[in-house]
């Protein structure tokens, strides 16, 4: 008795979403590990520790264009590496076929509207808005910048 095996499939062309998720998430990792701790030591460490987060703190912070790349970028990389971790674990866990899509859906849509909303904070942050309250602004830094 002869057995037939079928013709292969053709290959066609497809994007492989797990291996650049998988690639995503070690080069993310790396560099979230350096953005996070530098941002812990500059704000926790560095100067008079936590207790001098406030908003002067930021809004001085913030004037330094290469602070608000820094928050941006690491806001960036979070949202979107914990969005392909949930997608990730949504795929291992949800066999149901609508739910899985209802669920990944629903993951995209929370990260694109946080990051949407963390890059609006980031980039239009005012430092000296008008009608602030006494004590909060960092008088000199307003100055400085003419305001």
């Known amino acids: 008795m002869a057995t037939t095996i079928e013709a292969p499939r053709t290959a066609r062309p497809r994007r492989n979403?797990?291996?650049?998720?998988?690639i995503y998430m070690r080069a993310?990792?790396?560099?979230?590990?350096?953005?996070?701790?530098?941002?812990?030591?500059?704000?926790?460490?560095a100067g008079e520790g936590v207790?001098?987060?406030?908003?002067?703190?930021?809004?001085?912070?913030?004037?330094?264009?290469f602070w608000m790349v820094w928050d941006g970028l690491m806001l960036w990389l979070?949202?979107?590496?914990?969005?392909?971790?949930?997608r990730t674990i949504t795929n291992d866990y949800v066999t149901n076929p609508t739910a899985n899509r209802?669920?990944?859906?629903?993951?995209?849509?929370?990260?694109v509207l946080l990051i949407i909303l963390g890059t609006l904070v980031i980039t239009t942050f005012d430092p000296c808005p008008?009608?602030?309250?006494?004590?909060?602004?960092?008088?000199s830094l307003c100055r400085a910048l003419g305001r």
């Open 102 to 111: 209802l669920l990944k859906g629903a993951i995209l849509v929370a990260v």
């Open 78 to 86: 979070a949202l979107i590496h914990g969005g392909n971790g949930m």
């Open 130 to 139: 008008p009608n602030a309250a006494p004590g909060t602004l960092d008088v």
């Open 28 to 45: 993310s990792g790396v560099v979230l590990v350096v953005l996070i701790f530098g941002h812990l030591f500059i704000n926790l460490v």
């Open 17 to 22: 979403v797990e291996k650049w998720g998988w």
């Open 51 to 65: 207790k001098q987060v406030d908003f002067a703190f930021i809004a001085g912070k913030w004037a330094n264009p």
